[in-house]
């Protein structure tokens, strides 16, 4: 019984996971902020997640390590430097960004 009921827990857990997408890496163009987000624009923005709105993705600031990913952009931002971004959802209605990577290529092996 024990085991039927982790197995349907486990199955309703998988079920709800949201799969995550990956931008190209790509210098900052535009950033906004304001008192619960961050909106970033870059050279090459594209749609993701299926959000109605793809000008921006947003960092929102109530999420697990929002100043150290806001500290990335800033960085990014100041020196050119290109980031890309792994996406899971919309905030916004727009692509919601849940981690930065600031290396030269999509597997950061440079």
């Known amino acids: 019984m ?6 349907a827990l486990l199955l309703s857990l998988a079920s709800t996971a949201q799969a995550a997408s990956y931008t190209a890496p790509s210098v900052i163009t ?12 870059t ?9 109605s709105k793809s000008e921006w993705y947003i960092l929102d600031f109530n999420g697990v390590g929002t100043p150290e990913m806001y ?9 050119s430097q290109k980031v890309h971004f792994q996406l899971i959802g919309c ?5 919601k960004v849940t981690h930065v990577y600031n290396c030269e290529n999509s597997q950061c092996t440079n």
């Open 71 to 79: 500290s990335m952009l800033l960085a990014a931002k100041a020196s």
């Open 43 to 51: 050279q090459n923005i594209s749609s993701a997640e299926g959000c």
């Open 91 to 95: 905030h916004l209605d727009y692509p």
């Open 2 to 7: 024990k085991r039927k009921i982790i197995s």
């Open 30 to 41: 535009n950033m906004t902020v304001g008192r619960d987000f961050a909106r970033v624009k």
